[in-house]
């Protein structure tokens, strides 16, 4: 069965350091999504992307995070200057519709 | 926004027992409404969804109602098995189609 993949699997960074997360959808996407989830705590929804744009973004996701799919496929999330508090895992999710949508498999984000 | 409530925050349940885990939404316009098993260091993965055209489905020993004028919907599990252990999270599309906002989640414990 297709998975959704990131990469890396684990990122360490100093604070202030960009970072770029990773992911690789399953062919047949159109939607995608960033999650994050604070060791403990719940998925929280960061951006969702269709059609090349953001369509939504939460409180969470401000001028520090930014999204792209560079080649068509990939599908990154940057984060400009990284502080302790972005630590957690980030989740990308893609979908052929709004419904059902598969998570990959994470990174977990480790700001020192 | 749409804001997801969820209960309880943990469960302890015998094998072979019932667990319920609830769940309400406070968007009326919200059409749709995932289950997600997460297991320790893994990706959330769906299990069972409802769209609100319908008030039950079930699929095996998992079934979730909905019930769309008091904004609550469920999720139950019956016969549990140790492996049904993990982090349930209740989820809800909001108006725009564009995210979906998840409950704190509930971790449930099924001992043999």
């Known amino acids: 069965e297709p998975e959704v993949t990131q990469t890396p699997s684990h990122q360490v960074t100093q604070m202030g350091q960009e970072v770029i997360l990773r992911c690789v959808p399953i062919s047949n996407h159109l939607y995608f999504y960033w999650y994050r989830q604070i060791l403990g705590q719940k998925v929280e929804f960061l951006v969702s992307f269709y059609n090349n744009e953001i369509s939504e973004k939460s409180e969470i996701f401000d001028d520090q995070f930014s999204v792209e799919r560079p080649d068509g496929s990939n599908f990154t999330l940057k984060i400009r200057s990284t502080k302790l508090e972005d630590s957690a895992m980030y989740f990308c999710?893609?979908?052929?519709?709004?419904?059902?949508?598969?998570f990959g498999s994470g990174t977990r984000l480790t700001v020192v | 926004g749409e804001n997801v409530e969820q209960h309880p925050s943990t469960l302890s349940v015998q094998e072979g027992d019932s667990a319920v885990i609830k769940c309400t939404y406070s968007?009326?316009?919200?059409?749709?409404f995932p289950w997600y098993k997460q297991e320790l260091g893994k990706r959330p993965q769906l299990i069972i969804d409802?769209?609100?055209?319908?008030g039950e489905k079930k699929d095996q020993r998992i079934a979730v109602t909905l019930n769309k004028t008091a904004k609550h919907f469920s999720l139950h599990i019956t016969e549990t098995q140790p492996e049904d252990s993990a982090v349930y999270f209740c989820a809800a599309l909001n108006q725009a189609g564009t995210a979906l906002i998840f409950g704190k989640g509930t971790t449930l414990s099924v001992s043999s």
């Open positions: 999710a893609g979908g052929t519709g709004v419904k059902g949508y598969t």
């Open positions: 968007d009326s316009a919200s059409n749709y």
């Open positions: 409802i769209r609100s055209n319908v």
